[in-house]
């Protein structure tokens, strides 16, 4: 498959996978300098590059196990989406979850980028649902241990 990307600025990263076989692409930081992100500080970092995600698709913004493991960073919205029909810069709302202070450097890795089909569907209001074994009990687990 085929996505067109655009390039907002000279100094961009086009997104790249680390290896054959990585669902994710690394996104990169598009920064004139290097930026600091507060203990439990959350700051918009913008990558200097827009998308035509294909219709039936949207790209799914997730942290990079690294840089939330060793620096505490990670989006701040835990899951970012970008629509088939945006066409704006991809931005990621970079949180510290860390007790220090860390420092974004221009076009370092912040996130990675997964290309994912999704079903369009229309709902049906209804007065009642069909009837399972598990029913409403177990909301935040299934109930068994």
């Known amino acids: 498959m085929k996505i067109k990307i655009k390039k907002l600025t000279e100094t961009a990263k086009i997104p790249e996978r680390g ?3 990585s669902a994710g692409y690394d996104l990169f ?3 004139p300098e290097k930026t600091q992100i507060g203990a439990g500080e959350t700051k918009l970092i913008k990558t200097g590059v827009s998308i035509a995600v294909p ?3 949207f790209g799914g913004i997730f942290a990079r196990s690294g840089l939330s493991l060793k620096e505490g960073l ?6 970012g989406v970008i629509d088939a029909d945006y066409r704006g810069e991809i931005m990621v709302s970079l ?9 974004i450097i221009p076009r370092q ?3 990675q980028l ?3 089909p999704f079903a369009s569907v229309d709902f049906e209001e209804t007065d009642e649902l069909d009837e399972t ?5 177990g909301f935040g687990h299934t109930g068994k241990i």
């Open 19 to 21: 290896t054959e076989y």
């Open 95 to 103: 949180h510290n979850d860390s007790a220090h202070t860390r420092e």
């Open 74 to 79: 990670r989006p701040a919205n835990c899951t």
């Open 109 to 111: 890795k912040i996130a």
């Open 55 to 57: 219709e039936g698709y």
């Open 29 to 31: 930081a598009d920064l």
């Open 133 to 137: 074994v598990r029913g409403a009990g």
């Open 114 to 116: 997964i290309i994912i």
